[in-house]
């Protein structure tokens, strides 16, 4: 006793076709609105702040955080809003900024070179330890 399934064909080029505009904002922007996604309903599925949601609509990227979690926002947005990751992925490439925005400064999480240490170097130095 054989079944057989039917599968409804869905051309997703046609469904995932990215409409373009000048910048990754606009288009990320324009996406979400076409589809009636809210920034709030954005933040709810993708758990991104929509301070952050905003700032990347805004192409503000100087609010921004370093550009591998910019990263992981835009691939988070595309796989909701059912867009081209790769190629959303390549404008951020081209028009993102190719440092980190933000350096980390938290004392607790850069280390700090004490006197003790810095003897330490200098006797490996000296002696050709290390």
């Known amino acids: 006793m054989q079944q057989r399934m039917q599968a409804e064909i869905i ?9 373009r ?45 370093a550009p591998v979690f910019v990263q992981g926002f835009i691939k988070a947005i595309c796989q909701y809003l059912e867009l081209p990751v790769r190629e959303v992925l390549a404008i951020y490439g081209a028009e993102g900024p190719k440092l980190p925005a933000r350096v980390m400064t938290n004392e607790l999480l850069v280390p700090q070179s004490t006197w003790w240490m810095r003897l330490v170097a200098w006797l490996k130095r000296l002696f050709r330890l290390g």
């Open 21 to 65: 505009r000048d910048t990754l904002g606009q288009t990320l922007r324009l996406e979400r609105e076409a589809r009636g996604v809210t920034v709030e309903e954005l933040h709810e599925i993708t758990k991104i702040k929509t301070e952050m949601i905003e700032a990347l609509e805004a192409d503000d990227h100087e609010t921004l955080p």
């Open 11 to 19: 051309d997703l080029a046609e469904h995932q076709k990215l409409r």
